[in-house]
């Protein structure tokens, strides 16, 4: 069974940093995508980066790009999701997801980890 | 950038209706790039169809999906009290390089 578990979320104040973390089990992690996912409870699905199986290549939302930076270790079926000078904006549930430009959808969610970002 | 309307934004139904949820690109889509998933209250999404008609891995066959082009449909034939959620479609494409729908919310009498 595919498990994506992430980890990392909490409260952090505007300007900050935040490092999530998300631990892949079930599947054999080097041979996939995977992204991250964020909703702001209540409300839409925002795709915010994603890496290909190798972490060569990676993309993101123009939201986040040049605050946020993706990485993963494969020897570890770990995916990272380095978020830097974080904004009221940011505040959401981030989800682990598999799969990137090789799948072109999202077959596996983790259950997502909370991030405040408040004074 | 490829911009996904979804309608109706609610919908109501009994168990046993029909239900059909809307998707509309305001440019092609290639179908192999349309997908749809289903989000419960307090869970995370699911996927339900790839490649515009594919459904997922345990997707049971009330669920079914169709379309090209700009305009895509997701079908639930004989609506269950489980199938209650939002659901969303999403698209791959090019800056960004996914976007998704706003959600339909389908309520069960």
């Known amino acids: 069974e595919v498990q994506l578990v992430e980890s990392g979320g909490g409260v952090v104040r505007p300007g900050g940093s935040l490092r999530l973390s998300c631990a892949a089990s079930g599947f054999t992690f080097a041979d996939y995508g995977m992204s991250w996912v964020r909703q702001v409870p209540g409300k839409g699905l925002e795709w915010v980066s994603g890496?290909?199986?190798?972490?060569?290549?990676?993309d993101y939302a123009e939201s986040v790009k040049g605050r946020f930076s993706i990485s993963r270790d494969n020897a570890k079926n770990s995916l990272y999701l380095q978020m830097n000078s974080l904004r009221a904006e940011d505040a959401a549930f981030y989800y682990c997801?598999?799969?990137?430009?090789?799948?072109?959808?999202?077959?596996?969610w983790g259950q997502g980890t909370l991030v405040t970002v408040s004074s | 950038e490829i911009v996904l309307t979804q309608s109706p934004g609610t919908l109501s139904l009994s168990p046993g209706e029909r239900a059909t949820l809307s998707c509309r690109a305001s440019q092609s889509v290639r179908t192999y790039y349309l997908a749809w998933y289903q989000q419960k209250p307090g869970q995370a999404p699911r996927l339900l169809i790839y490649?515009?008609?594919s459904r997922a891995t345990g997707i049971p066959d009330r669920f079914s999906g169709s379309g090209s082009g700009t305009d895509f449909t997701l079908t639930i034939s004989r609506l269950e009290p489980e199938d209650a959620a939002v659901y969303y479609c999403?698209?791959?494409?090019?800056?960004?390089?996914?976007?998704f729908g706003p959600g339909t919310k389908v309520d069960i009498k």
């Open positions: 890496t290909n199986w190798i972490g060569g290549y990676s």
């Open positions: 490649h515009a008609s």
């Open positions: 997801v598999r799969g990137y430009a090789d799948l072109y959808y999202f077959d596996s």
């Open positions: 999403q698209q791959y494409g090019s800056s960004p390089l996914f976007s």
